[in-house]
């Protein structure tokens, strides 16, 4: 019951502040399923991305078939229905209605290491406070769906672990089909199945053929989910491998203000995001909470390890790979938040466990339910900024921010001017955030300290995606953040910001 209920949560409050903006690929989507009334087609003919967005768009469609089948034709009604912005609506809330269901897979698989249901609730709790899970779940993009995969499969594999059955393996091998389907990445879950599957053979010793036909049966099963979730592999092939050639190279040649450097500092800047953003919107949080996440992984270590080996090996892998690409987009690393839960989740429950006396106890439950509040807090006051985005309530705030500053502050002409405040001169700047630079794209992504306080809705972290398409907001600039962003660029105005004029 307890999960229901924060699923329940997570959904109802995404979906009264579903509508956030306007996320680059979701007008990809809209317009493979109008491609598909047109032409009749099941098949999109585009393939950088795998095709189950391609299938959850479309089933978008079910609600309006009754009317359909009355005049106008069928046709000409659902392409009306797909230009209309409820029908937008529809379709982001079907990927998020989808994206919720994580949270049933990481409660089980807490459930499954031998926790009572009381002590796994604590996973579902900091999943649902996940404000870098809740904005990511409310665009029509495949990385919500590749995380609750993510979390299946978790699932499958601890059951694996426990149980010793191949059964679960098989499940986990279907899951990995099906998330490879949803985003190429995906598939790396296969070889730690398999990898299993080896080590569980290795144990019962069984004839060379049987475990070849095991392993066969495995690897087929992942073909069959990945092939009906995007059968144009096979059917449209040369247009799937320029597709794909097409995506290898981008991530390779680098995209806009999100490229880096692939190695170590790619790898450096996804374990500051994974360690001190993704947990928590709070860094002395998140670092908290990830302390735990290696706490549990140091308890499971010593008390599962074949669970331990099972599970964290994706996650090496995932990492491992992106790594070595030029480009991060922090949005493909959501997949790994349902295995920094669990662990986390696995870390509060030993550090509870190993605690001597029962008041040391209540009072480390009292402060795990004050860090899970603030989590929730964050994500509630995130969800009405984005209510309120359409309206004055930012730059009220903003002015009454400005009057406590004397003369501390420095308006780019932009701000000055729609405030009706002077200029100034203080080191502090506040400019918009579009008129920074000459197109969104050339922002720099991917720096946490970006900024040091926005004015706007929080529909998004904007630190990571600068070049979000969405409402305008204003920044804060200190005299080190607005160096850093004149050693990255030169535009007019960049060159005109107190520090980098002095």
């Known amino acids: 019951m307890y999960p229901f209920v924060c699923f329940c949560l997570l959904l109802g409050l995404c979906w009264w ?43 978008s469609l079910l609600p309006h078939l009754p009317t359909a089948m009355t005049p106008p034709p069928l046709t000409d009604y659902l392409l009306d229905v797909s230009t209309r912005p409820r029908f937008f609506m529809q379709v982001k809330f079907v990927f998020l209605l989808v994206s919720c269901l994580t949270v049933f897979w990481v409660y089980t698989a807490v459930r499954l290491t031998g926790r009572t ?32 995969w993510g979390a299946l499969w978790l699932l499958c594999m601890v059951a694996a672990s426990q ?29 730690p199945t398999l990898g299993w599957i080896v080590w569980y053979l290795w144990e019962k010793r069984p004839s060379l053929w049987t475990s070849g036909c095991v392993l066969f049966t495995a690897a087929l099963i992942a073909a069959a989910a990945y092939l009906l979730s995007t059968p144009g592999t096979l059917l449209q092939w040369p247009t799937f491998l320029s597709n794909v050639q097409y995506e290898l190279n981008h991530y390779q040649q680098g995209h806009y203000g999100h490229t880096i450097t692939a190695g170590w500092p790619h790898l450096k800047q996804m374990i500051i995001y994974l360690t001190a953003v993704q947990l928590a ?5 998140a670092l908290f909470l990830s302390s735990l996440a290696m706490i549990g992984l140091g308890w499971l270590w010593r008390y599962q390890q074949a669970t331990a080996v099972a599970t964290v090996s994706f996650p090496v892998l995932y990492i491992a790979y992106f ?45 795990l339910a004050g860090v899970i509040g603030i989590n929730w807090y964050w994500l509630g006051y995130s969800s009405f900024t984005i209510k309120e985005r359409l309206t ?4 009220a705030e903003a002015v009454a921010y400005l009057s406590q500053q004397a003369d501390m502050v420095w308006l780019s002409p932009a701000v000055a001017d729609a405030l009706h405040r002077p200029q100034g001169n203080g080191p502090t700047a506040v400019i918009y955030a579009h008129e920074l630079f000459p197109q969104p794209t050339d922002w720099p992504a991917n720096n946490p300290d970006l900024y040091d306080r926005q004015f706007g809705p929080f529909e998004v972290n904007f630190a990571y995606y600068p070049s979000w398409i969405g409402n305008e907001r204003l920044l804060i600039l200190t005299a080190p953040q607005q160096q850093w962003l004149c050693q990255m660029a030169t535009t007019q105005l960049l060159l005109s910001l107190p520090a980098c004029v002095n």
């Open 117 to 148: 249901p009381l002590e796994a609730a604590v996973a579902p709790a900091m999943l649902i406070g996940s404000w870098e899970m809740g904005y990511h779940m409310r665009w029509i993009a495949p990385d919500g769906i590749l995380m609750q």
């Open 281 to 285: 919107p709070y860094r002395p949080l």
């Open 323 to 367: 790594a070595m690409q030029n480009v991060m987009i922090v949005r493909n690393l959501l997949v790994l938040l349902p295995f920094g839960v669990w662990l986390t989740a696995l870390g509060v429950l030993a550090v509870y466990d190993w605690l001597p006396q029962k008041r040391y106890q209540s009072l480390w439950v009292l402060l």
């Open 163 to 191: 149980q010793k059955r191949l059964r679960w393996a098989y499940g986990a091998a279907a899951v990995a089909g099906l998330a490879c389907g949803t985003k190429y990445p995906g598939g790396l879950l296969l070889i």
């Open 17 to 59: 502040s579903l509508d956030s903006g306007f996320h680059w690929d979701e007008g990809i989507q809209i317009e493979l399923v109008q491609q598909t009334l047109q032409s009749g087609s099941l098949l999109p003919s585009w393939y950088n991305y795998p095709s189950m967005s391609y299938w959850l768009s479309l089933t």
């Open 392 to 395: 004055n309530r930012f730059t």
